[in-house]
């Protein structure tokens, strides 16, 4: 359901630069905050590869990050890079279909790269789960029938789109439910 090639890091860099004008993501942090820092922003990388979303959320902008994977290789790269970088206490990786095992209701932030049958699977479990006013980034194609909040393309070529569910008020993201 997804493609075996990350996400080029100027896709990375323009979706969090749109969540962080949207308030969404808070201005990047200078440091590594402290362990008791408030982190209100928890960021999902529904497979995550080598963990660059994560990396980049978490390094720039101090919020936590849970990815999931189902290729132990690449996720074993990933966890040495988090563990080089020092964020440990901030990213958690799982060796897991996120289908089966991710709990979306989790999360302020939701990135898929996934291909189009990837992202009609994933609108149903979005819908099922997400909470309100929580965002959705999709790398590649859209979810279908939501209607993106940004689109842009990325140096490259390659789309993301920002989506965001508000229940029964019918803004932009998902029909009202």
């Known amino acids: 359901v997804a493609p075996k090639s990350p996400s080029p890091r100027a896709v990375v860099d323009a979706a969090l630069a749109e ?3 949207r ?4 201005v990047p942090v200078p440091t590594k905050p402290s362990s008791s820092s408030p982190l ?40 040495a890079d988090v563990a080089a970088a020092g964020l440990g206490d901030r990213i958690q990786l799982q060796d897991a279909d996120f289908f089966q095992h ?3 209701s989790k999360f302020d932030v939701v990135v898929a ?3 189009r049958e990837g992202c009609a699977k994933l609108k149903r479990k979005l819908e099922e789960e997400m909470k309100d006013g929580a965002f959705v980034v999709c790398v590649g194609f859209g979810l279908p ?3 993106p909040l940004f689109e842009q393309r ?6 993301f789109r920002l989506y965001t569910r508000r229940r029964g008020a019918g803004a932009a993201g998902a029909a009202a439910t």
């Open 23 to 26: 308030g969404v993501l808070p």
């Open 40 to 79: 209100p922003t928890v960021v999902a990388d529904l497979g995550c590869g080598d963990g660059r979303w994560l990396l980049a959320a978490c390094r720039r902008y101090g919020c936590r990050g849970v990815g999931f994977d189902v290729d132990a290789a690449v996720l074993a790269k990933a966890r």
């Open 102 to 104: 991710a709990d979306l």
């Open 113 to 115: 790269y996934l291909f």
């Open 145 to 147: 029938t939501w209607t």
């Open 154 to 159: 990325a140096t490259g070529g390659l789309i």
């Open 19 to 21: 969540l962080e004008k």
